[in-house]
């Protein structure tokens, strides 16, 4: 298990196949915590889907485990990565329900983030948020990302329809 970044609670590492029994199992007791803000893989054909998906060229993902037990907590990912003259990521995150609300996905952001500006190269993360989501929201605050704008339709979620969202941004060189 390679440990790529380690904070004082929480530690990220890339998922692997063998992951998909505990990380459905987490899942499963999740979905009602989750909707309807995101709908995570469900079965065994969406884990893998997920998993090639993640090559770590335009979309690279994170395990967030707990340091003591190395139970798998959440999910954080960097998705649609742009080089070049952009250098910017998607960032994207899910807490399991068991987990929630302990400080867990705050501190992985903060090593995510530490990831994508200093291994990286990165210049920028956007998080896109839908406006009632006040406890994303929050977190995003409390990582020092701060508001741009507003999307009217943004993205389909799930299948049901196009969602408003938030954008919210930080840079790099952004002061913590």
Same mark, same amino acid.
């Given at each position: ?9 929480? #530690? ?5 196949? $063998? ?13 009602? %915590?989750?909707?309807?803000?995101? *709908?995570? =893989?469900?079965?065994?054909? $969406? @884990? ?13 993902? @994170? ?5 003591? &037990?190395? !139970?798998? $907590? ?5 998705? $649609?990565?742009?080089?070049?003259? @952009? ?6 995150? *899910?807490?399991?329900?068991? #987990?929630?609300?302990?400080? @867990?996905? &705050? /501190? ?8 994508? %500006? ?7 993360? !956007?998080?896109?948020?839908? =406006? ?12 020092? #990302?701060?508001? /741009?704008?507003?999307? =009217? ?6 299948? !049901?329809?196009?969602?408003?969202? /938030? ?7 952004? /002061?913590?």
């Amino acid at each position: 298990m390679d440990r790529l970044r380690k904070g004082a609670h929480v #530690f990220l590492r890339r998922p692997v196949a $063998a992951d998909e029994d505990e990380f459905l199992a987490l899942m499963r007791r999740s979905l009602e %915590f989750l909707a309807p803000w995101i *709908y995570p =893989p469900s079965d065994g054909e $969406a @884990f893998r889907d997920y998993l090639r998906g993640r090559d770590g060229e335009r979309d690279d993902g @994170f395990f967030l485990c707990l340091n003591d &037990t190395g !139970e798998i $907590a959440g999910v954080i990912n960097l998705n $649609a990565i742009v080089r070049r003259w @952009f250098q910017s990521a998607y960032l994207g995150y *899910y807490m399991g329900a068991p #987990f929630a609300g302990r400080g @867990f996905m &705050t /501190e992985g952001i903060g090593l995510v983030m530490s990831f994508a %500006f200093g291994d990286l190269g990165l210049h920028r993360l !956007e998080a896109n948020i839908q =406006p009632g989501n006040a406890a994303s929201i929050a977190l995003v605050r409390r990582c020092g #990302f701060r508001k /741009e704008g507003y999307s =009217p339709r943004y993205l389909n979620v799930n299948g !049901e329809g196009w969602k408003d969202h /938030e954008r919210w941004a930080r840079l790099a060189d952004d /002061e913590a």
